[in-house]
């Protein structure tokens, strides 16, 4: 694929071991491990998984498979992975740019900067089973937020209808690593609004609201969905956390695939070979989506 | 701008309270362990189990094997994308983002099917299923936080070598009769060291708390056995979350003072 590859750089660098002027060029094989590599364990394992939601155990040709994702047990998980992920992205989209903004614009002193930043760092890296803990110590039915609802308003937030393995607890434990990450991408976008742009405005006779109305919120605007849209997926892929807060309770996509793998319900390796397919098209979606706002950001942030 | 900075304290103030309420939590449980008073008993008791031991090594010795082939596989295409094969760049870049498309359980499900069971060409089996042996297994799991860690790699060695002027590097060093082990060792390498220094620890990072892969594959890591042991005590996990914690953060701090000013290459994996 990239026998021609040495014709753009300029030919001086191809070294003193190769006198004169080629038409086959070697440099391809340098990245030839990383392409083998990337084929054997990325490539490769989709394609299986690909290939699979279209075959029956005994390896013919179905449609089966896609069509069991309209089942309503499937449809439920898809719909609630869905809305776990819509609803932490909004919410840590929205927290996050507040903190981004309050760092950058919002007159925060530098060392609470870049702590906020190192925070970040730690917290969208900080997930799975010690996450997961981390708030069953905290909003548990033992939890230490749950004990001082007891001691100081004599109310017990489990009786208000609260519950940590629910909708709302993994999407309270969720926000942890999401609004984190909205902060680490936000804050170069927002240190990219250039003072020019509102010190023009303001000569112009702008007020705050229009400025942000007609000139900041525009240029972030696709960064901000960009972003918003990376959390969705990076919730929506997310397992480890989900499995050790409720250890399969909720059933998440991720949860039904981690089911089919280990046969605990009716196994079907095949359903969920099309439960991955499906997944990963919508990740795919979201990926690509992002990347496009991205790209149209960054001709005004640089 | 007063009232502006009163409203940015009010959003700084519950991101901190979000952030450090559930550690509080844990650790205030974590040193409950002895009844009526605080004492570091559930962490003498984690550390000292056998069995986390056991499985902190095992994920520590996997995490340093995911870093050198992560290292070997992505510095080498990385630069030499950069020197000889810029067109191809933007493949490798794409590449290296699938991951992001593709969650870890996904891959986990696709790398069981493809290399548990006989891998064959032409009806002639050239390997045994990995998954039956040890070895095997193990290789299938660095292969795959190798693939997880991908992106976070690629990105902080790309950063760095955006950096530095490569070409002008590498031609300056061919005139003075450098070859290319003395040009990668001597030239490249100290130039990234700090990128691949921190691409290194997030990777440690994710790979030491990794669970998803780690299970499906049935490998004894550190994550899984945390998983079982949430199920049958209560203090030793907490103690070990914070445990877990304070290497995330070890390494994240060592990663903001390495690349202090330089654009970020923090950012979440492993959820």
Known sequence: MSETADSTTSGSMTGPRSPGPRRMSWAWVGVLPFFIFVMAFLLLPSAAIFVGSFQNPQGQFTLDNLAGLLRPNIR???????????????????????????????????????????????????????????????????????????????????????????????????????????????????????????????????????????????????SLLGTMILLFGNAFGAYATAFALTGGLLNLVTIVIGAQMRGDVLHDPNLGYALALGMVMIMAVSIAGYTWLQRQTERWLR | MKRFA?????????????????????????????????????????????????????????????????????????????????ELRPVVEF????????????????????????????????????????????????????????????????????????????????????????????????????????GALLTFAIVVGELTIANFLARPAFAPYLALLSNSRAYEPAALSIVSFALTWAAMGIIDLLTRGAPGVLGGAGH
């Open chain 1, 76 to 222: 439920r998980a898809y719909a609630l992975s869905i809305q776990i992920s819509a609803a932490t992205a909004l919410g840590g989209g929205l927290f996050g740019f507040l903190l981004a903004y309050a760092v950058t614009i919002g007159g925060l002193p530098r060392p609470v900067r870049s702590t906020l930043i190192t925070f970040s760092g730690v917290a969208s890296n900080f997930a799975g089973v010690p996450l997961a803990f981390a708030f069953i110590s905290t909003l548990g039915r033992t939890g230490f937020i749950t004990a001082v609802f007891r001691t100081l308003f004599n109310q017990n937030i489990y009786d208000m209808g609260f519950n940590l393995y629910s909708f709302l607890g993994l999407s309270l434990t969720y926000m942890y690593f999401q609004f984190p990450l909205m902060v680490l991408i936000m804050t170069p976008s927002l240190d990219g609004l250039k003072r020019e742009w509102r010190e023009a405005s303001e000569n112009l006779g702008a007020t705050s609201l229009q400025y942000w109305r007609h000139i900041a919120l525009p240029i972030l605007l696709p």
């Open chain 2, 6 to 86: 009163i409203w940015s304290w009010l959003w700084f103030a519950l991101g901190a309270l979000y952030f450090l309420l559930p550690l509080y939590g844990t650790l205030d449980f974590s040193l409950r362990m002895q009844r009526g008073t605080l004492s570091l008993l559930a962490y003498q008791k984690a550390l000292a189990d056998p069995q986390f031991i056991r499985s902190f090594t095992f994920s520590v010795q996997m995490a340093v094997l995911t870093i050198i082939v992560g290292l070997l596989l992505i510095v080498p295409t990385a630069y030499w994308v950069h020197l000889r094969l810029p």
């Open chain 2, 95 to 198: 590449l290296t983002l699938l991951p992001f498309v593709i969650p870890a359980i996904v891959l986990v499900f696709g790398l069981i099917r493809t290399y548990g069971r006989p891998v064959t060409i032409l009806s002639v089996t050239i390997m045994p299923p990995l998954t039956n042996t040890t070895l095997g297994a193990n290789s299938l799991l660095i292969a795959g936080y190798v693939v997880l860690s991908m992106p976070y790699l690629y990105r902080a060695v790309d950063n760095g070598l955006r950096a530095m002027d490569v070409r002008t590097l590498t031609e300056a060093a061919q005139s003075l009769g450098a070859g290319w082990p003395t040009i990668v060792a001597r030239v490249i390498f100290p130039n990234l060291r700090a990128a691949l220094l921190s």
